[in-house]
């Protein structure tokens, strides 16, 4: 039956995917390397790839540890096959159909290389808020890139507010240790809320500093002509501030599990963007919360943040002006 080598030890047939796992001591041995860090990234990129096919559609992973004598005794008996990353793949699909080899493979290796946790990755989350404006003019203000020493606050803000937020550190070729925050220097609408955690995930790999420089495809106020409401003030505008964290997914997760726990609220950060908005608004006063949220949930939130203030101005009979009306890109 046809296969297909995808990478060193990794094969797939129809819905079966199998797995050469080596240990350090075969590795060595197949790439004549001594490096414990390659070996990892190695470990790494491989898993990448079974990811991937999992991700196209629904297979069975199978893991064969490696034994290189078994190996080497199956390679003679198939002298048509050269030693290499498609024999070592075939052998791994052929012992994973064998019941009994399979066994006795686990037997003699019962633990399994362990993949790396600290593999180099990025995790972009937004700031909402629904920022009041009084008139069209305002929307300018907000289209204005954010002053640096303005980001730099909120930066260190989220520093001391997330302690693992430690010095970020590259320790192999996709490994890291540590993490690090970014902070984009534009309030985007959610019209480009997918372009710029695209880009983030691309570039920041490639970037040392904390602050991004972001030009959004669609600004404010255009976002807000678009709507046909230039009219309908006061007007509440959906502000998204993109916010990035990149270093060892081990840490992002511990991050991302912190944020869950404390509902995306951190005082520090909702002090520090209001009083950015205030600032570029040239008045004070603003109150709210500044929730900070992954971004498969922002698009959720902010029409929720919307719905929930139609209600309140529904039911608010002494409110100044005709309505408040959403700034989103839907």
């Known amino acids: 039956m046809c296969h297909e080598i995808v ?32 070996y990892k990234d190695f470990l790494i990129e491989q898993e990448n790839v079974v990811q991937q096919l999992k991700n196209n559609r629904t ?8 034994d290189a004598e078994d190996y080497q005794a199956w390679l003679k008996a198939n002298p048509d096959l050269r030693d ?15 019941h ?79 993490a690090r925050v970014v902070v984009c220097n534009h309030f985007i609408t959610d019209w480009d809320a997918g372009d710029v955690e695209t880009l983030l995930n691309q570039d920041l790999c490639f970037r040392s500093s904390s602050l991004y ?9 255009e976002s807000l002509e678009g709507t046909g409401e230039k009219s309908m003030f006061p007007l509440a505008a959906g502000l998204l501030l993109p916010v990035a964290f990149h270093g060892a997914a081990n840490v992002l997760d511990f991050l991302e599990s912190c944020l869950e726990e404390f509902c995306g609220m951190l005082p520090g950060f909702s002090e520090g963007v209001i009083a950015v908005i ?4 040239r008045r004070k ?9 992954p971004s498969y949930l922002a698009e959720s939130l902010l029409e929720n943040l919307v719905a929930n203030l139609k209600i309140v101005v529904a039911a608010s009979k002494g409110m100044s002006g005709s309505s408040i009306a959403q700034l989103t890109g839907n």
Do not use: H
């Open 278 to 281: 205030e600032k570029m608004l």
């Open 7 to 38: 990478f060193d030890g990794v094969a797939w047939r129809d819905r079966l995917v199998v797995v050469a796992a080596y240990d350090f001591s075969s590795w060595q041995k197949i790439t004549g390397s001594e490096e414990v860090e390659a």
């Open 100 to 178: 009994l080899k399979l066994v006795a493979l686990f037997r003699k290796y019962p633990d399994l290389p362990r993949v790396p946790e600290d593999c180099e990755s990025v995790r972009v989350f937004f700031g909402i808020f629904l920022a009041p404006l009084s008139c069209l003019e305002e929307a300018d203000y907000l289209d204005q890139e954010i002053p640096r020493q303005d980001l730099e606050k909120i930066v260190r803000g989220l520093q001391a507010e997330l302690p693992a937020l430690t010095s970020f550190e590259r320790v192999s070729r996709l490994r890291a240790k540590g």
């Open 59 to 66: 297979v069975l992973v199978i893991r064969v540890p490696f």
């Open 285 to 293: 006063g603003i109150l709210g919360v500044v929730p900070l949220v």
């Open 84 to 98: 290499g990353p498609e024999a070592r793949g075939i052998w791994a699909l052929t012992a994973a159909e064998d």
């Open 213 to 221: 420089n972001y030009t959004p495809r669609t600004k404010i106020r």
